[in-house]
T-cell receptor, first 112, second 111 residues
Framework: NAGVTQTPKFRILKIGQSMTLQCTQD?????MYWYRQDPGMGLKLIYY???????DKGEVPNGYNVSRSTTEDFPLRLELAAPSQTSVYFC???????????FGPGTRLTVL | GEDVEQSLFLSVREGDSSVINCTYT??????LYWYKQEPGAGLQLLTY?????DMKQDQRLTVLLNKKDKHLSLRIADTQTGDSAIYFC???????????FGTGTRLLVSP
């Protein structure tokens, strides 16, 4: 099992550009999450999903969109990148309500 | 809303014990977690404690929970240089299995 994989590892965007951060898990987990981690801060939840076709906003959803067409994939879309979105983005998945969350290695995004 | 607080920095010598503290606000959290983040890596679950427990021991790790004061601590015995990392505590959101993370405590272990 690869666990939770994220691509790309690093990316630099110009203001106003768009991109999609990819997240895939091979553990057949229903729950998936996107977090951002700003320097010196804890993780903030952006969006989460309880299963294919179902998504919901977390604490800081503005400027982002998600989709969950399959159990395995949970891409995060930035439509108009802003410097405030410079952060490290972590994807996580969870199998059941009593399971823990498994994290991907992160994507470091810089918006200039 | 929920809020989880931690001290930002802890420095210890190799072989000493480390104690990382955390306070949380959601008294109905079922589980409380400790995660470790090494440089450039994602978060790795270290241990967790069920809310009806006071203490949990797992090899060099001891978790203490004081529900009355909403205080959680992680003790690392015989701290090694490989334990240098950022440690996050997290509580469960009452609505769903969403985790609310603290700001993280950077542990530096010097030889």
């Amino acid at each position: 099992n690869a666990g939770v994989t994220q691509t790309p590892k690093f990316r630099i965007l110009k203001i106003g550009q768009s991109m999609t951060l990819q997240c895939t898990q091979d553990m057949n987990h229903n729950y998936m999450y996107w977090y951002r981690q700003d320097p010196g801060m804890g993780l903030k939840l952006i969006y989460y999903s309880v299963g294919a076709g179902i998504t919901d906003k977390g604490e800081v959803p503005n400027g982002y969109n998600v989709s969950r067409s399959t159990t395995e994939d949970f891409p995060l879309r930035l439509e108009l990148a802003a410097p405030s979105q410079t952060s490290v983005y972590f994807c996580a998945s969870q199998g059941s309500s009593t399971d823990t969350q498994y994290f991907g290695p992160g994507t470091r995004l810089t918006v200039l | 809303g929920e809020d989880v607080e931690q001290s930002l920095f802890l420095s210890v010598r190799e072989g000493d014990s480390s104690v990382i503290n955390c306070t949380y606000t959601d008294s109905s959290s079922t589980y409380l977690y400790w995660y470790k983040q090494e440089p450039g890596a994602g978060l790795q679950l270290l241990t967790y404690i069920f809310s009806n427990m006071d203490m949990k021991q797992d090899q060099r790790l001891t978790v203490l929970l004081n529900k009355k004061d909403k205080h959680l601590s992680l003790r690392i015995a015989d701290t090694q240089t490989g334990d240098s990392a950022i440690y996050f505590c997290a509580e469960e959101d009452t609505g769903f299995q969403k985790l609310v993370f603290g700001t993280g405590t950077r542990l530096l272990v010097s030889p």
